[in-house]
């Protein structure tokens, strides 16, 4: 049975293509490379060392997706040097390669996270390409959950920095709309706004005076309030005209609010003013 090679190249968290890259650590130049020609069919860029302080120097000198290490070395164990890489290179997936024997002292790191998978010797050269390429594949979903879970954060920043600015905008909208309330109690002519369902939305002191009666004339229909004889003035189209309450004969002024047509603005002034 043989594997097909896999693709050399993979996604790193930033989201650019890079070069799938495995160090082989072992004591043993035929193991290092009776491996390397193995693992050379499926196109990985392969990096070699003859022990664990060779190989946490090519660490420091490479960008690495997959580890091997044999456990017995000298001056440093399998174990204890995929310890270190974990410390220091967390997103690195490490794999320990050692006969059975060992695995007791191994299973205390794959316990505490240190070794992704335990391997043995002598390897099925099939299963061992295979585990290393679900290496790699655990390796490269794990970047691209980095890499979205980045993404995410900077959308979130950025929908955060909308809303604050909304935020900000609608504390001006709310501090300018009460600036113009007041100012509109204080203009000394009757002013009311009325909607396109003819429902009366502003109205000032002076309105409040002449046509409201002691109530409030917002959320009160003009029709209801209103004289018809006022209304009809304003009903049909935009400008100036007069309006007389039987006592008093006004001047009338209505304009359209805003470009949309929101409703109506209509300023009352004394004919004799």
């Given at each position: 049975?043989?594997?097909?090679a896999a693709a050399n190249l993979s996604v790193n968290p930033a989201g650019t293509p ?107 050269d099939d299963q061992l390409r295979a585990n290393v390429q679900e290496a790699f594949l ?136």
């Open positions: 049975m043989s594997l097909p890079k070069e799938r890259t495995i160090l082989l650590v072992d004591d043993e130049e035929s193991i290092l490379s009776s491996l390397k020609r193995l693992f050379r069919r499926d196109g990985y860029r392969i990096l070699t060392a003859a022990g664990g302080e060779l190989g946490l120097a090519a660490l420091a000198q490479n960008a690495v997706d997959v580890v091997i290490s044999d456990q017995r070395m000298p001056n440093m164990t399998g174990v204890e040097f995929l310890r270190q890489v974990k410390g220091l290179y967390p997103d690195t997936v490490r794999i320990v390669l050692s006969g059975y024997t060992e695995l007791n002292s191994i299973t205390e790191a794959i316990n505490e996270g240190a070794i992704f998978k335990f391997l043995t010797k002598p390897w099925d655990f390796k490269e979903l794990a970047d691209e959950n980095r890499r979205l879970a980045i993404e995410l954060g900077k959308a979130n920043a950025q929908l955060q920095r909308l809303l604050e600015e909304k935020k900000r905008q609608l504390q001006v909208d709310e501090i300018a709309l009460g600036v113009v309330q007041e100012i509109l109690q204080l203009v000394p002519l009757p002013v009311l706004g009325v909607d396109n369902e003819g429902m009366i939305v502003s109205a000032n002191q002076e309105a409040e005076g002449l046509f409201g009666n002691g109530g409030s004339l917002i959320g009160a229909f003009a029709e209801e309030v209103l004289p018809p004889s006022l209304l009809a003035t304003v009903r049909h189209s935009e400008g100036d005209g007069c309006w007389h309450d039987g006592v008093r004969q006004w001047h009338t002024r209505y304009r359209r609010i805003g470009n949309s047509s929101r409703g109506w603005l209509i300023i009352l002034r004394d004919g004799a003013g």
